[in-house]
Every structure is written in structure tokens, then in C-alpha cells.
């Protein structure tokens, strides 16, 4: 059942190359939206005579900025800032900012594609956009990381706002960068703005479960996915890449669900561990010493540390990848679906190659594409927004059961337009179509814009 590109779509995603020369993950991301759609345009003709195609692929905007800033050794660094304003048809622009020396355009404009639909999925009123910088807070002290992120929103400022753009985090952007963000923000308005940003502090405008809500929404959507095959999370192997906040809290979620996670990662390694991974040394490492995963095995001797090793040889029953884009290969695929792996849920964004993906779908396996799978990170960031309107903070289990109901309609709503569209148990599809097809109904309505 691999996806082949419509005839009728085929020469937008050329124009699409053409008009976006060398990006390659947003050719990447694009082209796994387009071999979905081609169903939809017979059902939906008044698409194509709207282009709606080639005006969802055009951001609406996009912001490139220089980032001057004195590091610790009084040296001018200089790094590049973006904000990419992709879709505001549903709502104003919705998105993480990502800092990562990997950072330029064709990156932040493939995460800006993906969450246009991926916000769509939620349901709730979020358009889609991205942002971020090549900087690398790796090795940086507290006082780096604060004048850049100062730098950074200096420029950014003047292009967000709670009903225009609402920036959160992603890869190196956690609650230590949001508050320097939204501590320039408000100093340079002047106002006290909690709706501008997400992932805020718990004491200054930020929700319960937002830490918590991206790995536990992807837990729930796999979930949802193992009770269709009448099976669930309890007594299952689990591999889970990664050590951020999404691997942290996917592996919390498992682990409450009856499930075992046996591995954890960082760019340099894996550690192993038979007896389950120790989810608050990880805590202690990751998030409060900044520290590497190797260290892991100097206080469990029973762990082993493979340094360079590829954490996807581990046979396990599910995998999520939560670590970064393409880090799951045709050939990782292969020995996952090998190893005798029933399911696949994406915490990272696009964390599995066309070839991978292709290998998941011919297996029949029960894959869960990041777009829907990971949904629950900005899901929640649109109820901090909804807390943020109406000056009110919610409890943990409120905020917790809605994030749950949340997941649970993005699964039906993916697993009922794979079937309406011929292909059911195919999650790529289903979640392509139903995030696309609202959107796009939000377009014709507000006519040529
Ligand atoms: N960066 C996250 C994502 O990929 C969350 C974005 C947000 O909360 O706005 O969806």
C-alpha cells in the first residue's frame, strides 16, 4: 500500500521544488502531505479550482533576522533568527521555536507545513507556524542563553502577539528560554501579555500538564491505536529515543499504562536497561544538571552504554521516536518491523524517513505519524491560551482528561478518513486528509487571501 503521488498533484510538488531550491525536509514533508491527497481533490473539486494546494505549500510569511550577542568571553557571536507564519486560516499562527546549529529555512519551513495540520487535527483554533535559530545552547551558561534569547525576541517582538503569533518551544527551547522570552516581550511592550507565549511558568500564566503534554499525548494516541487491535500498553517492551521532554514524559506515561521502557538516548549514544530505565535519574540528568545520558550508567551498574550505537537494534514491541526528524531509516524500519515491533508512535516531528514510513505501512504495523501522534504538546498550548482568555488556571487531572479526550478524537477523526478515503488502518492518510480538508474548508470560505 505505499503512497504513489496523484497525477493532478504531481506538478504542484514540482513547482514546489522548483520555487524552493535545497529544502530538502520541506520537500520531505510536503510530499508526504501531497500523495494523500489526491482522493480528496475528486471528493472536493472546488480545492483544486481554488489552488488551495499551492497556497497552503507558500507560507503566508516569513521572517529571517540577524541575532547579535557578547558571550561569556566578551566575543560578538552572531546566529540567524526565523519565524515562519505559515496558515492563519484557523487560527493565529501556532508553533515551537527550535535552537539547534541545525536550524535554516528548509527545516523551520518543514515544521511549519507539519503543524499547520497538525493543529488542524486538534481541533481547537491554531494556525500553523515555526521559528527558531542555528544557535546552540549546548555548553552555554544561563547568562549566554538569557542575552540571546533577549536578542532574539528584540526582533521577534514585533511580529507576535496573543491573537497574531504565539511561539512556544521545541528542541532547545525549554521553561528557562520561554521566560527569558516573555520577560524581553513584556519589557519591551510594556505589557503584561500571558497569550503570546506558551510553555510559561506554572506561577506566570503557564498551564498544568504542558511539561507533561506531548509525550503523554502520544502515549494516549498509541493507546488508542492498540485497542482497536484489541491490545493494550500492559506488560510491552518499549524503546523510546531520545532524553528531552518528550522522552521523559512518554516514557512516565508507558510506565503508568503498565508498559516497560528498557532504552534511552542522546546524540552521542544509548543506554540500555533490562530492568526498565530509572525515569528520575533521567530527570536529575536532563533536566536539572544538563548533563549527558552516558553518565546514566554510573549510577546503575546493571546499564550498559553504547557509544555511537543505533538504539533502534533493540527489539522491542513499540517504538516511539522522540528525539529529531529522520531518525528512523529504511533499514531501522526494517529491522524494527524484523524484531517483531507492532507499533510506532511519533513523538518527534517526522522522525521516520519515506522509507521507513513505506516499510511501517506494508507491514501493517500500527504507525502513528507525528502530526497526529504528537499533537498533544500544542493541543495543550491551546488551553493554556483558552486558561490565559478567560485569567483562569485549571487542575492537573481537568487539564490532563482533556488533553486524553483530545488525542482520542484525533484518532477517530485519522482512522475515519483513512476509511473514507479507501485506505483504512492508515494513519499517514487519514491524518494528511482530515488535517488538510479543514484547513482547506477555512480557506475557500475567506476567498482569495
Ligand atoms: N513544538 C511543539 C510541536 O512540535 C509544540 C508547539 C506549541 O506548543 O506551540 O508541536
Given amino acids: 500500500m505505499s ?172 521553561g528557562r528560554e520561554i521566560g527569558y522570552l516573555f520577560g524581553q516581550y513584556k519589557r519591551i511592550t510594556n505589557r503584561w501579555e500571558a497569550g503570546v507565549l506558551t510553555g510559561k511558568g506554572l506561577s506566570w500564566g503557564g498551564s498544568l500538564v504542558r511539561t507533561e503534554a506531548t509525550g503523554y499525548g502520544a502515549v494516549f494516541f498509541v493507546d488508542e491505536m492498540l485497542k482497536v487491535r484489541n491490545d ?43 530492568n526498565g530505565i530509572d525515569l528520575d535519574l533521567v530527570k536529575q540528568l536532563k533536566e536539572i544538571e544538563r548533563r549527558r545520558i552516558s553518565d546514566y550508567v554510573n549510577y546503575h551498574k546493571d546499564a550498559k552504554y553504547v557509544a555511537g550505537g543505533n538504539i533502534w537494534e533493540i527489539p522491542c514491541d513499540v517504538a516511539m521516536p522522540s528525539a529529531t526528524q529522520n531518525e528512523i531509516n529504511g533499514k531501522d524500519a526494517k529491522m524494527l518491523v524484523e524484531n517483531g515491533c507492532i507499533a510506532v508512535g511519533e513523538g518527534a516531528n517526522m522522525p521516520t524517513t519515506p522509507e521507513g514510513v513505506k516499510i511501517f505501512l506494508d507491514a501493517n504495523i500500527a504507525y502513528g505519524p507525528g502530526k497526529a501522534a504528537n499533537a498533544g504538546g500544542v493541543a495543550t498550548s491551546a488551553l493554556e491560551m483558552q486558561q490565559n482568555a478567560s485569567r483562569d488556571s485549571w487542575t492537573f487531572d481537568y487539564t490532563e482528561e482533556r488533553l486524553q479526550r483530545i488525542m482520542k478524537n484525533i484518532h477517530q477523526s485519522c482512522y475515519e478518513t483513512a476509511e473514507e478515503f479507501g485506505t483504512p488502518g492508515n494513519y499517514v492518510n487519514g491524518a494528511n486528509c482530515a488535517g488538510f480538508i479543514k484547513v482547506a474548508k477555512a480557506m475557500v470560505a475567506m476567498g482569495i487571501i
Avoid at 528531552?244 to 510506565?255: D, L, P, Q, W
Avoid at 521502557?261 to 533490562?274: F, K, L, P, Q
Fill in 232 to 274: 493494550s500498553f500492559e506488560g510491552k517492551k518499549c524503546v523510546v529515543s531520545g532524553s528531552g521532554n518528550v522522552s521523559i514524559y512518554t516514557t512516565e506515561k508507558i510506565v503508568q499504562l503498565g508498559g516497560k521502557v528498557v532504552a534511552s538516548s542522546d546524540s552521542n549514544g544509548y543506554i540500555y536497561h533490562e
Fill in 3 to 174: 503512497p504513489v503521488i496523484d497525477e493532478k498533484v504531481a506538478p504542484i510538488y514540482q513547482e514546489v521544488l522548483n520555487r524552493n531550491p535545497g529544502e530538502v525536509e520541506f520537500h520531505q514533508a510536503v510530499l508526504e502531505v501531497l500523495e494523500s491527497l489526491g482522493p480528496v481533490l475528486v471528493k472536493y473539486p472546488e480545492f483544486a479550482h481554488q489552488k488551495i494546494i499551492q497556497r497552503i505549500c507558500e507560507p503566508e510569511r516569513q521572517i529571517i533576522f540577524r541575532v547579535p550577542w557578547v558571550d561569556d568571553q566578551n566575543q560578538v557571536q552572531i546566529n540567524r533568527g526565523f519565524r515562519v507564519e505559515f496558515n492563519s486560516a484557523l487560527g493565529p499562527y501556532k508553533g515551537g521555536l527550535r535552537f539547534h546549529p541545525s536550524v535554516y529555512l528548509g527545516i523551520v519551513k518543514f515544521l511549519g507545513f507539519e503543524q499547520v495540520f497538525k493543529n488542524a487535527l486538534t481541533g481547537l483554533p491554531i494556525g500553523g507556524g515555526k521559528g527558531g535559530s542555528d544557535f546552540d545552547p549546548k555548553g552555554r551558561s544561563d547568562g549566554e542563553v538569557m542575552r540571546f534569547c533577549q536578542s532574539f525576541m528584540t526582533e521577534l517582538y514585533r511580529h507576535i502577539g496573543e491573537h497574531t503569533d504565539v511561539p512556544a518551544g521545541d528542541i532547545g527551547v525549554g
